[in-house]
């Protein structure tokens, strides 16, 4: 008999036993409406890659409470030849991660919506643009700062291609340094593991805190229009304020994250909502609202370079910067593919479509405020060199004096750009509770393989499944890299700035390169597998292009910013990243390599017959 009429045989006794089976449709109404077609071709599959087993029956077909993970889970129960019994997740995300080595430990509760919600959160829709905006507009000219966008934007389209790939395959919460270790071997894979590793914890355990750092300047600019502004005597916070509100805001948003992931989950869809609505509001009201516009010609056409730069070469590269910085986190949705149904789709899916939300929405907003300029002068003055009497920012945040003069000039108040100004801060808020979930996560299961110090404790999980020590661990981490700001130096910002921004991203070069160079029949690709839309050329062209766009961005971030270089605005990005890579290095060379072997699997795969690898629990020899 076969596999097919031996798994028809047993679900209509298995019916029976529980009072009549049903058709296949009647079953997906009672689960909930729909999809049981689909259901039970997914349990047919599973049936027969379990009877491929030479001696391998099945037992039963059951959904069992798991109280480790806290749901109902579908649950297929096989017994070997030799008496073993072994259980098969229906779940697609879970049974991957069992044949990597690992059981599920985190709560596998979210889905599209969220996973998605959490990319947006993570990448932000103001915290990129808002920042950057007068840069880009100075070095590139308004046209530049529109249109250079897409250059960036179709570049990283291709990276979270290439990551979306990989994540596929590797649906793990430790994401880039899995895929690292997993795409290297085992001759490179510990040291390559180990390095990108580090690089991406720190890289978010800073970023973090940087983006809520830098939030509670955007906060700081609302009190001053709201107190009178720079020309009117408002209220100015000193950086002892701006620092011990950043660290109240990390601490905020470490209480959120202590939460079940459920709660978090709904938190990230409201900061989606929120953050795309509002930018929708903003890009519908602003022209409205504005009494002039800029003409088209100014905004589409209109390109100039900055004097000071070395050459109009140079000035286009650092224009560029404003989309680079913008559109980079989409990894972190990947940090939640073990508490995602069926992340070895749904992944994927979430870190394309929060990209090109992301990357349509930023732009419609740089085309929105630099059409509404009132005046080209007026939103990089300051109020005590040129005493502008509509200059409230003091020339801190063009974006929020556009939003001023537009509001003030229509309706002699700027409340509007004071409402506004808050849904910006939104942004820098969730995007410092994501950027905490996602280094939380990476923490977790660095400890779960043994890479931190005292990773026993860190892999710990409080009763709601969440690595409540690992969150504090990315949290005190981040304050500290925080500490130096107390000197009030804008050239300590931008080194740790850097820190995390070349850090998080050159954290992507390391999986992708083995990717690339990996032969393809070594690689076991996931539901998402890009040659099968465009062949196995088309996918190393992919992966290729990819890897040239991170490296390019690793070397422009560490390009001096602002001529002529003086000791205040030099960056300090590659001292920072070589004293940083350096000590990882000697650390690996000394005593990291004796001890650290990559990840460690916690379940031992078994192949027999012609079933492939399946997975029962034991010790990795």
């Known amino acids: 008999m076969g596999a097919a009429e031996e798994y028809e045989e047993h679900h209509s006794h298995d019916g029976e036993k529980g009072g009549g089976g049903g058709s296949a449709d009647e079953k997906g109404s009672a689960d909930g409406g729909g999809g049981g077609g689909a259901m039970e071709r997914e349990e047919m599959q599973l049936y027969t890659e379990a009877s491929a087993f030479q001696g391998a029956a099945v037992v039963a077909m059951i959904e069992r409470h798991d109280d480790d993970i806290g749901e109902e889970q579908k649950i297929l129960e096989i017994t070997m030849e030799d008496g073993v019994t072994m259980s098969l997740a229906l779940d697609s995300g879970e049974r991957r991660l069992n044949e990597l080595g690992y059981r599920q430990e985190l709560k596998r509760s979210l889905h599209f919506p969220q996973l998605y919600a959490t990319g947006i959160s993570m990448m932000s829709v103001f915290a990129g643009v808002v920042p950057m905006y007068g840069q880009g507009f100075n070095d590139g000219g308004p046209a530049g700062l529109i249109w250079y966008w897409w ?3 179709l570049a990283v389209h291709l990276i979270a291609l290439s990551m979306a790939e990989i994540s596929s395959s590797f649906p793990t919460a430790g994401s880039l340094y899995f895929w690292a270790a997993a795409l290297a071997g085992p001759k490179w894979g510990p040291l390559a593991s180990f390095i990108t590793a580090w690089m991406e914890f720190v890289g978010l355990a800073v970023g973090h805190a940087m983006v809520s750092y830098y939030g509670v300047t955007i906060l700081q600019v609302l009190i001053l229009i709201s107190t009178g502004g720079a020309n009117g005597n408002g209220f100015m916070l000193d950086h002892y304020e701006v620092f011990g509100i950043a660290c109240g805001v990390v601490l905020i948003c470490c209480c959120i994250n202590c939460c079940s992931i459920r709660i978090v989950s709904y938190v990230m869809l409201f900061s989606a909502l929120i953050q795309v609505l509002g930018a929708v509001a903003l890009i519908i009201t602003l022209p409205l609202v504005a009494p002039t516009h800029q003409p088209a010609s100014f905004v589409f056409q209109t390109f100039f370079t900055n004097d000071s730069m070395p050459s109009p070469a140079y000035s286009f590269v650092i224009c560029l910067m404003v989309s680079q910085y913008s559109l980079y986190g989409y990894d972190g949705v990947a940090h939640l593919s073990e508490e995602t149904k069926k992340s070895d789709r749904t992944a994927p899916a979430a870190i394309v479509a ?10 419609l907003l ?17 109020a005590s060199g ?5 200059t409230v920012t003091n020339g801190m945040q063009p974006v929020i004096q556009i939003l001023w003069d537009a509001f003030y000039a229509s309706y002699g108040s700027g409340l509007g750009a004071q409402i506004f100004t808050g849904i910006i801060y939104t942004s820098f808020f969730f995007g410092t509770v994501s950027g905490q979930l996602g ?15 005292l990773s026993f404790l860190w892999r710990k999980l409080a ?3 969440v690595p409540v020590l690992a969150l504090l661990l990315s949290v005190v981490i981040g304050v500290l890299f925080l500490l130096p700001l107390l000197f009030t130096s804008t050239t300590i910002f931008f080194a740790i700035a850097s820190i995390s921004s070349i850090g998080w991203v050159s954290a992507y070069s390391i999986p992708i390169f083995f990717r690339l160079i990996q032969k393809e029949d070594h690689f076991q690709p996931g539901p998402f597998y890009i040659p099968n839309y465009i062949g196995v050329v088309g996918g190393k062209v992919v992966h290729f292009l990819a890897l040239l766009w991170v490296l390019y961005t690793m070397i422009v971030f560490m390009l001096p910013y602002a001529f002529p270089v003086t000791v205040e ?3 300090w990005a590659p001292v920072a990243i070589a004293a940083w890579i350096g000590f990882f290095v000697t650390w690996w060379v000394v005593h990291a390599r004796f001890w650290f072997k990559g990840p460690v699997r916690e379940i031992v795969p078994i192949t027999e017959g012609d079933g492939g690898d399946k997975v029962a629990e034991g010790k990795m020899e």
């Open 439 to 453: 280094a939380s996560r990476v923490a977790y299961a660095l400890a779960r393989d043994n890479g931190l110090p």
């Open 354 to 363: 929060a990209l090109s939300t992301v990357t349509f929405v930023a732009w």
């Open 463 to 465: 009763p709601n499944k």
């Open 386 to 390: 040129e005493d502008l009497p509509t």
């Open 151 to 153: 250059i960036t934007a």
């Open 366 to 382: 740089l085309v929105v405020f630099t059409l509404c300029i009132q005046n080209v002068d007026d939103i990089f003055a300051s």
């Open 569 to 571: 605005n030099l960056n």
